[in-house]
C-alpha cells in the first residue's frame, strides 16, 4: 500500500477524498512540482521547493506551510514509502468553494497533495539519446509558472507521442523556446544556447544545474533565443527535466543530429551532472 500526502497528514492513498469543489480539479487552479529522489536522497529540493513558493506567488496563491515544514513533511512521505530512486510529486491548490472564475472571498485553505514513484533513471535514453519533432508552441504566455492547467503541453506531448517521439521541441513564430515538458538546449561551435528564462519558458531547475555544469566543464554559455532554421545546424541537443535529466536528441523530425551520435559536450554534461547526483 502506498501512502500520499494530504494537508499536513500522511495518508494510505485509498483514505484520500478531493472534494468534487477543488478548484484544481474543476479550474486547473493551482501549482505544482516535481523532485528527483536518489536512493532515498533528494536532489535539488530546495530550489524546487523555492520555485512552487515563486510559482504560487505569481497567483497569488498563498500556500499554508512555511518551505522548511513543507520540506519535511516530503521528506516524511520519501521515507514512510521507502523510495529509492524515483520523484515525488506535489502541488497546491486553491482549496474547496463554490466554482467561480473569481477567487474566493475570503479565500479558503489551499490543498496540498503528494505522492511518490519509483522509477528508474532512463539510462538507456541517456546512452543512445531521443527523437524529437518540432510543433507550434500552442501554451499560454504564463510558461514561468509551474501551472497544473497542462492542457496545451499535454495535446503537444501526445502529438510527439502518436509520432513515435519522445517530445517536441516548440516554437512561436518561429523562435524555440522548449519542449512540451523540458527544455531544450543547443551547442554550436563549443557554445552552449538556451531560450532566456522569461515567461515564455520555465525555468527548469535541471536547466540551471547544466548551466552549472557548462560553467565547471569551460562550455561557454548564451542565454539567447535560436530559431527552427538553426535546428539543422545545430552540432549537439539536449533535452532537460527532472526525470530526462541530460538527455541527447538524435534526431529531429527524421533528420539526424550530429550523424546519430551523441555528442562530447553532451557527455560532459552528463558526467558533470552524475558527479552531482553522486555526492549526494
Same mark, same amino acid.
Given at each position: 500500500? %502506498?501512502?500520499? #500526502? ?25 501549482? =505544482? ?11 535539488? &529540493?530546495?530550489?524546487?521547493?523555492? /520555485? ?8 497569488? #496563491?498563498?500556500?499554508? =506551510? ?6 519535511? #513533511?516530503? $521528506?516524511? @512521505?520519501?521515507?514512510? !514509502? ?6 515525488? =510529486? ?6 474547496? &468553494? ?11 485553505? &489551499? ?44 495535446? #503537444?506531448?501526445?502529438?510527439? $507521442? ?7 521541441? @516548440? ?9 512540451? %515538458?523540458?527544455?531544450?538546449? &543547443? ?7 538556451? $531560450?532566456?528564462? !522569461? ?11 547544466? @548551466? ?14 535560436? /530559431? ?45 551532472? !552524475?558527479?552531482?547526483?553522486?555526492? @549526494?
Amino acid at each position: 500500500m %502506498s501512502y500520499v #500526502l494530504y494537508k499536513d497528514q500522511i495518508m494510505k492513498q485509498d483514505e484520500v477524498v478531493i472534494s468534487q469543489e477543488d478548484r484544481g480539479y474543476q479550474l486547473g487552479d493551482g501549482v =505544482y512540482e516535481v523532485v528527483k529522489v536518489y536512493d532515498g536522497q533528494f536532489f535539488t &529540493a530546495k530550489e524546487h521547493i523555492d /520555485r512552487l513558493y515563486a510559482s504560487a506567488d505569481k497567483i497569488s #496563491l498563498v500556500i499554508p =506551510y512555511t518551505k522548511d515544514v513543507l520540506h519535511k #513533511l516530503l $521528506h516524511d @512521505l520519501v521515507e514512510k !514509502n521507502e523510495l529509492g530512486t524515483g520523484h515525488v =510529486y506535489f502541488q497546491v491548490t486553491r482549496g474547496v &468553494a463554490p466554482r467561480n472564475h473569481i477567487f474566493p472571498e475570503p479565500a479558503v485553505e &489551499a490543498i496540498l497533495t503528494a505522492n511518490v514513484t519509483e522509477n528508474p533513471r532512463p539510462k538507456a535514453n541517456f546512452e543512445n539519446g531521443v527523437r524529437v519533432i518540432v510543433a507550434e508552441d500552442i501554451r499560454w504566455s504564463r510558461c514561468d509558472i509551474k501551472s497544473i492547467s497542462l492542457l496545451g503541453a499535454v495535446m #503537444l506531448k501526445q502529438q510527439a $507521442h502518436a509520432a513515435g517521439c519522445y517530445e517536441a521541441i @516548440l516554437h512561436r513564430d518561429g523562435v524555440v523556446t522548449e519542449c512540451s %515538458s523540458s527544455n531544450v538546449l &543547443a551547442i554550436k561551435d563549443g557554445v552552449l544556447y538556451t $531560450h532566456p528564462a !522569461n515567461n515564455l519558458i520555465l525555468n527548469g531547475i535541471t536547466r540551471q544545474v547544466i @548551466l552549472q555544469c557548462a560553467n565547471e566543464i569551460g562550455l561557454p554559455i548564451k542565454e539567447e533565443a535560436f /530559431r527552427v532554421e538553426d535546428i539543422a545546424m545545430m552540432d549537439e541537443l539536449i533535452v532537460s527535466s527532472t526525470t530526462s535529466e541530460v538527455t541527447p536528441i538524435v534526431e529531429v523530425d527524421g533528420n539526424k543530429v550530429n550523424g546519430g551520435i551523441v555528442g562530447e559536450w553532451t557527455r560532459k554534461l552528463q558526467q558533470a551532472f !552524475n558527479a552531482k547526483v553522486e555526492a @549526494l
